[in-house]
């Protein structure tokens, strides 16, 4: 099967009425890091999940969770509940960059032989 990426637009639609975003008291969607609407042309989801926030904020996020070894990395959906999931590499060469991309493959390998190690 082949799916199609859903446009910014489409995304945004999608979500109204969505248990998926949190919303302020005008039911603007707001982005789960910094609190602020999100816009059409700034709208970054996560392909496992489905969260949507700003992509300079999930790169910033990305990033401090990266330099604190917060490994795996998961999505920050949904406020202050987390959404939990692990962010997908996929997402992450997405979104970071190659600097970034090679500190989390080199943390996240790390971090694979020290768990199997054990």
Request: proline share 5%; aromatic share 8%; charged share 30%.
């Amino acid at each position: 099967f082949f799916f199609k990426q859903k446009t910014a637009y489409e995304m945004l639609r999608s979500l109204v009425g969505s248990e998926m975003c949190i919303r302020d008291r005008n039911k603007t969607i707001l982005c789960p890091i910094c609190l602020e609407g999100l816009l059409e042309n700034d709208v970054w989801p996560l392909k496992l999940c489905g969260h949507v926030s700003h992509r300079e904020c999930l790169s910033k996020y990305l990033i401090s969770e990266i330099d604190s070894a917060n490994l795996p990395l998961k999505c920050p959906g949904k406020g202050e509940e987390r959404c939990g999931i692990e962010v997908l590499p996929e997402d992450i060469h997405e979104v970071l960059d190659p600097v970034y991309i090679h500190k989390f493959e080199k943390f996240s390998t790390k971090k694979h032989f020290e768990a199997n190690l054990q």
